[in-house]
């Protein structure tokens, strides 16, 4: 098992979420054992002694591997959310879409000042979602942040807007 | 640590997601490191053994220990999602709410027959979403299902509805 292996596991499934949109499908790729343990194992070998303590992965897809790397780092797991989905109280980041806006938001109690935080999802496209994630990581008082992707669209050029703030480590690029 | 630490750690919101609802908020459990190794030590611990060779976890929640089960039993991990969401093929299943209706989709090559799958929530309440999602799953062939939450809200009887269907472990009964 190899990057190279989980590249080709994953399915292109064209015109989703819109029409000229070709998205990358990773459910083909993680419903195999040996991928899900190659990645979690991959992902979290490259951010052992970093001193992270916590990973934040933003809802919903980068939950899946962003509980995992928090087990395997022996970090705490926090969810970046949607709005209205956290219980309790909440920062809250809005960002400009193509069309419209979004936003995000994390627990006010779910970072402690001096926190180093893993910063996981699936996919950077334009990077906005990471973007507002990642400021609202260092509003809480984090120390460091660092992002991963399992899936970078190099061509989006989401690198650009995040690379001043964090170190960003994406394994699969398009 | 143990599972009644693990309660003690699960904080109480009051009127959420409505008034009158007393929601049970898994966030400060799992932002301790030594909880989400726990809980991840002790649930893969329950179902080892029995041949699992997917875990589905349904969204959003479902995908934090649910992407970590996986991981530890050497299953795939499949996502049970909001209609719209997955990109391929699904199957889907409507289910009655208190008021109206709501439902859950499943890629249709998420399971193959004669899968043995653990399904996993974080929360039983009624018991509508896992057992529709517990149909999703055996419509595409599985062999058997097992079900677990992280806890189950006794006096709503959700455990009516699934233990037909399903062997169902709960480790926090509130």
Redesign the interface.
Known sequence: MDINAVKQAI?D?PD??KPGIL?K?I??A????EI??FL?KHIADYYRNKGI??VA?I???G??????L??QL??????V?KP?????ETLKKTYSLEYGEDAVEI?K??INPGDIVLLHDDLLATGGTALAALELLQELGAKKVYTNFLIELEFLKGIERLKEYTEVYSLIKY
């Open positions: 399915r499934v989703f979420p998205f499908d459910t083909t993680i419903k195999n054992p899900v343990s979690s303590n916590k992965g809802e919903s897809r939950f899946i591997f962003g509980s995992i928090a087990l022996n970090a705490g797991f926090i969810p959310r209205g989905k956290l219980p309790a627990h109690d779910a």
